[in-house]
């Protein structure tokens, strides 16, 4: 079992910045893939973005390349979504979660935080 919290949503104006975290505790978390979904009202959860605890490899969705970058803190078992030049579309409950599988689908993912809210104003 792999439990994961977030923390850093928040309300933003449009161009500005937020810092999602995620910090993971149980058994073999730095075995996992730490991926970054994201759910808009009204739409399905789609990925945002991905990476490796033991090499770091990162992989993003197109809307967010070059704007969203994740990280990770292996002392910590904490990955970070920075998020920059925020758009209105970027509005939603972002997800941590996390398995075994390098993956892009919500379907792979076994283990999930339970959300936390990003609102950007335009």
């Known amino acids: 079992q792999v439990q994961l919290v977030e923390s850093g949503g928040g309300l933003v104006q449009a161009g500005g910045s937020l810092r999602l975290s995620c910090t993971a505790s149980g058994r073999s978390a730095s075995s996992y893939v730490m991926g970054w979904f994201r759910q808009a009202p009204g739409k399905e959860r789609e990925f945002v973005s991905r990476?490796?605890?033991?090499?770091?490899?990162?992989y993003y969705a197109d809307a967010v390349k070059g704007r969203f970058t994740i990280s990770r803190d292996n002392a910590k078992n904490t990955v970070y979504l920075q998020m920059n030049s925020l758009k209105p579309e970027d509005t939603a409950v972002y997800y941590c979660?996390?398995?075994?599988?390098?993956?892009?689908?919500?379907?792979?993912?076994?283990?999930w935080g339970q959300g936390t809210q990003v609102t950007v104003s335009s």
């Open positions: 979660a996390a398995d075994l599988a390098i993956a892009t689908t919500e379907g792979a993912y076994k283990f």
């Open positions: 990476i490796t605890w033991w090499d770091g490899s990162t």
